[in-house]
């Protein structure tokens, strides 16, 4: 019995090392990295699109971003705590957090000052458990004037985010500087195709149309993830070993 237990163990180790249980990729945020219910749809969250690029037996996506969280909010409904308590070492924990967080006069806000310390909790509590925090500051709105200038609406908080990465030594996705390039590559006209824009009658779930400057459609969802797995092997991350080539990504839908 003692040597079937030792047997049992040694091949217990064996296959966790070998790479046979999966890394989880946890992602917390908000609505533009969501996974989105039927009602919703085409409105599709970039990390919905991020399980395609890897090679499933070594990393699985697990999304736990929500429409309209905040730092503040996904700390207080104990959706982080969820995340926490099931961390292993060697997981990773993808961040992003802002469009909710700088809403003043409501439940969501959290200033400056306290999104930074949030983040600074988030990073703590991750590596507590061994695992590995990413921070990504938030994706861009689709926003131009009437010159046709391109407007950025985050304020301060993206540059929080840069500082707490900075300071605490944190790989960080500058999802806000990219995705600016991304709309401004497409143009005014051509950026809708990668937002929530509908005519009316063209889809049931919007009857009278939508004009969503904030939410994106499946490519554009799509675009933003082909960003964050740039930056992943730009950062020569260790999950940069499990991505899959090119031509099997786009074969998977």
């Known amino acids: 019995m003692r040597y079937l237990s030792v047997l049992f163990f040694l091949a217990l180790f064996s296959g966790t090392s070998s790479g046979k249980t999966p890394i989880t990729i946890y992602l917390a945020g908000d609505s533009t990295m969501a996974e989105k219910t039927p009602d919703k749809r085409p409105e599709t969250g970039w990390g919905e699109m991020l399980q395609k690029y890897f090679k499933v037996a070594q990393v699985k996506v697990e999304n736990h971003a929500k429409n309209g969280r905040s730092t503040r909010s996904f700390i207080e409904e104990k959706r982080w705590q969820t995340i926490v308590e099931k961390l292993r070492a060697g997981d990773y924990v993808f961040i992003q957090f802002g469009h909710n967080d700088q809403k003043e006069n409501s439940d969501r806000y959290a200033s400056p000052a306290d999104y930074g310390k949030n983040l600074i909790r988030f990073i703590n509590e991750v590596r507590d458990k061994k695992a590995i925090p990413i921070l990504l500051t938030p994706v861009m709105r689709r926003r131009f004037d009437s010159n046709g200038v391109f407007q950025d609406t985050h304020g301060e908080y993206p540059n929080a985010v840069r500082a707490v990465a900075r300071e605490h030594q944190v790989a960080l996705i500058d999802m806000h500087r990219q995705s600016e390039a991304v709309i401004k590559r497409y143009g005014i006209e051509e950026s809708k195709k990668l937002f929530l ?5 063209e889809h049931p779930n919007y ?3 939508v004009e969503d400057n904030t939410h994106f459609s499946p490519l554009g969802a ?26 099997e990504a786009n074969q998977t839908k």
């Open 207 to 209: 009857p009278n149309g």
């Open 222 to 247: 799509d675009e933003m993830a082909k960003l964050v797995i740039t930056s992943i092997r730009q950062l020569k991350l260790d999950l940069s070993r499990y991505l899959k080539k090119a031509s």
């Open 197 to 201: 824009q509908l005519k009316a009658g």
